[in-house]
C-alpha cells in the first residue's frame, strides 16, 4: 500500500491575550466557543511567558488581542502567543487585532522616518501569523503589508444602524473632521440616505503629534444635525476643534460616529466640554473608567460582527458578504 488516508475534522480554538478579555469572552459566546485556557504572567524584568493549557495541534487558531496602553507589550504578547501556537503544531492561525497597532505610522512624512505599520505586519508574518483579521484600518493600503490574507471588517454598519434608529426624524449632514475623512464621509452619506457632506478644514504641525488647528467648516451645516465621523478618537483634539468650528457655523446638535476609542491624555475632558450631545464609539478598545461614566459617550458591541467574521474564515467562506459586497 503506497498510501494512506484519513478523516480529519476541523477545529476551532480561541485564544485571548490579557489586554481585553471581555471583547475575547463575548466573542467567544456568539460563536459557542470558549477561549482556551492559558498561563500568562511576566517576569521581574517585564520580560512574557505564555503558555496554553490545552493541546492546539492541528486546530484553526484564533488569536483576539487588542491594543490599548501598553501598546508595546500587547504587541509582544501576540508574538508570544503566535509563536507558541507555531510551535505546538497548529494547522492555521489567524491573528484578530480589533485595532491594529501603529496603524497611522503607514507611510514616510519626511526623511529616516520608520514604517511602522508595515513592521507590525513583518513581525506577525515572521512570528507565524497566517492571516490577519482587524476592524476599521486607519488606511486601507495598510492591507498589502502583511504577506497574507487579510480581512478588513468595517464597524459602519454598527455605527450607522444605531444613528438610523435614533435620528431618523433629524435634518442630517455627515462631517470629516479632515479631507483625509472624505471618502469615508461619502460612504456613511450614502448609507444615510445621501445626506449632505461637509469637512473641516485643518492643518497639522507633523514636528507635534495630537494637536491640530481647524480652520473652517466646507459644507452646508446649517440647522441640521451634524454626524461627525472618524476612524479613532485618541486625544480627541481633532474632533473636538472640528465640533467647536461646526457650533460657530449654525448647526443645529452634533453627534459624534467612531470606530475606537483610545482616549489618552485629556481626550475624556475634551469630550466632555465639548458642543456634542453623544459620542458613538465601539468596544474595539477597552473605554477607561473616566470615559464609562461620561453620560454623552455610547458603546456599542463589534463582538457580534467578528464573531460572524471569524465562523465565515473557519468554514472558507466569504467575509466580504457581512458587508453587502463592500471591499
Same mark, same amino acid.
Given at each position: 500500500?503506497?498510501?494512506?488516508?484519513?478523516?480529519? !475534522?476541523?477545529?476551532?480554538?480561541?485564544? !485571548?491575550?490579557?489586554?481585553?478579555?471581555?471583547?475575547?469572552?463575548?466573542?467567544?459566546?456568539?460563536?459557542?466557543?470558549?477561549?482556551?485556557?492559558?498561563?500568562?504572567?511576566?517576569?521581574?524584568?517585564?520580560?512574557?511567558?505564555?503558555?496554553?493549557?490545552?493541546?492546539?495541534?492541528?486546530?484553526?487558531?484564533?488569536?483576539?488581542?487588542?491594543?490599548?496602553?501598553?501598546?508595546?507589550?500587547?504587541?509582544?504578547?501576540?508574538?508570544?502567543?503566535?509563536?507558541?501556537?507555531?510551535?505546538?503544531?497548529?494547522?492555521?492561525?489567524?491573528?484578530?487585532?480589533?485595532?491594529?497597532?501603529?496603524?497611522?505610522?503607514?507611510?514616510?512624512?519626511?526623511?529616516?522616518?520608520?514604517?511602522?505599520?508595515?513592521?507590525?505586519?513583518?513581525?506577525?508574518?515572521?512570528?507565524?501569523?497566517?492571516?490577519?483579521?482587524?476592524?476599521?484600518?486607519?488606511?486601507?493600503?495598510?492591507?498589502?503589508?502583511?504577506?497574507?490574507?487579510?480581512?478588513?471588517?468595517?464597524?459602519?454598519?454598527?455605527?450607522?444602524?444605531?444613528?438610523?434608529?435614533?435620528?431618523?426624524?433629524?435634518?442630517?449632514?455627515?462631517?470629516?473632521?479632515?479631507?483625509?475623512?472624505?471618502?469615508?464621509?461619502?460612504?456613511?452619506?450614502?448609507?444615510?440616505?445621501?445626506?449632505?457632506?461637509?469637512?473641516?478644514?485643518?492643518?497639522?504641525?507633523?514636528?507635534?503629534?495630537?494637536?491640530?488647528?481647524?480652520?473652517?467648516?466646507?459644507?452646508?451645516?446649517?440647522?441640521?444635525?451634524?454626524?461627525?465621523?472618524?476612524?479613532?478618537?485618541?486625544?480627541?483634539?481633532?474632533?473636538?476643534?472640528?465640533?467647536?468650528?461646526?457650533?460657530?457655523?449654525?448647526?443645529?446638535?452634533?453627534?459624534?460616529?467612531?470606530?475606537?476609542?483610545?482616549?489618552?491624555?485629556?481626550?475624556?475632558?475634551?469630550?466632555?466640554?465639548?458642543?456634542? !450631545?453623544?459620542?458613538?464609539?465601539?468596544?474595539?478598545?477597552?473605554?477607561?473608567?473616566?470615559?464609562?461614566?461620561?453620560?454623552?459617550?455610547?458603546?456599542?458591541?463589534?463582538?457580534?460582527?467578528?464573531?460572524?467574521?471569524?465562523?465565515?474564515?473557519?468554514?472558507?467562506?466569504?467575509?466580504?458578504?457581512?458587508?453587502?459586497?463592500?471591499?
Amino acid at each position: 500500500m503506497a498510501s494512506m488516508s484519513a478523516v480529519n !475534522s476541523k477545529m476551532l480554538m480561541l485564544f !485571548s491575550g490579557r489586554a481585553y478579555p471581555e471583547l475575547a469572552e463575548e466573542i467567544g459566546k456568539h460563536l459557542g466557543v470558549a477561549p482556551t485556557p492559558m498561563s500568562a504572567y511576566s517576569f521581574a524584568n517585564g520580560e512574557l511567558f505564555v503558555r496554553y493549557q490545552e493541546s492546539v495541534r492541528g486546530c484553526d487558531a484564533f488569536v483576539v488581542q487588542s491594543m490599548p496602553a501598553p501598546i508595546n507589550e500587547w504587541v509582544m504578547e501576540t508574538l508570544i502567543m503566535i509563536d507558541a501556537l507555531k510551535r505546538g503544531s497548529a494547522k492555521r492561525i489567524t491573528v484578530v487585532l480589533p485595532f491594529y497597532p501603529y496603524a497611522r505610522q503607514d507611510k514616510k512624512h519626511r526623511g529616516r522616518e520608520p514604517i511602522s505599520a508595515r513592521l507590525m505586519a513583518d513581525l506577525l508574518k515572521t512570528a507565524g501569523a497566517d492571516r490577519i483579521l482587524t476592524v476599521d484600518l486607519h488606511t486601507a493600503q495598510i492591507q498589502g503589508f502583511f504577506d497574507g490574507p487579510v480581512d478588513h471588517l468595517f464597524a459602519m454598519g454598527t455605527l450607522a444602524r444605531y444613528v438610523e434608529e435614533k435620528y431618523a426624524d433629524r435634518q442630517m449632514a455627515v462631517v470629516s473632521p479632515d479631507t483625509g475623512r472624505v471618502r469615508l464621509a461619502e460612504r456613511w452619506s450614502d448609507r444615510l440616505g445621501g445626506c449632505p457632506i461637509a469637512f473641516v478644514h485643518k492643518t497639522r504641525d507633523p514636528l507635534k503629534p495630537n494637536q491640530v488647528v481647524a480652520h473652517k467648516v466646507v459644507g452646508d451645516v446649517e440647522g441640521r444635525t451634524c454626524l461627525l465621523i472618524d476612524d479613532m478618537i485618541d486625544t480627541a483634539g481633532t474632533i473636538c476643534s472640528a465640533a467647536e468650528m461646526l457650533k460657530e457655523s449654525g448647526v443645529e446638535d452634533i453627534v459624534i460616529a467612531s470606530t475606537h476609542a483610545i482616549m489618552s491624555g485629556p481626550a475624556v475632558e475634551r469630550l466632555a466640554k465639548a458642543p456634542v !450631545s453623544e459620542v458613538i464609539v465601539t468596544n474595539t478598545l477597552p473605554l477607561p473608567k473616566e470615559a464609562q461614566d461620561l453620560e454623552k459617550i455610547t458603546t456599542l458591541s463589534i463582538a457580534p460582527l467578528v464573531a460572524k467574521a471569524i465562523w465565515e474564515v473557519f468554514n472558507d467562506g466569504s467575509v466580504t458578504t457581512l458587508f453587502g459586497g463592500l471591499s
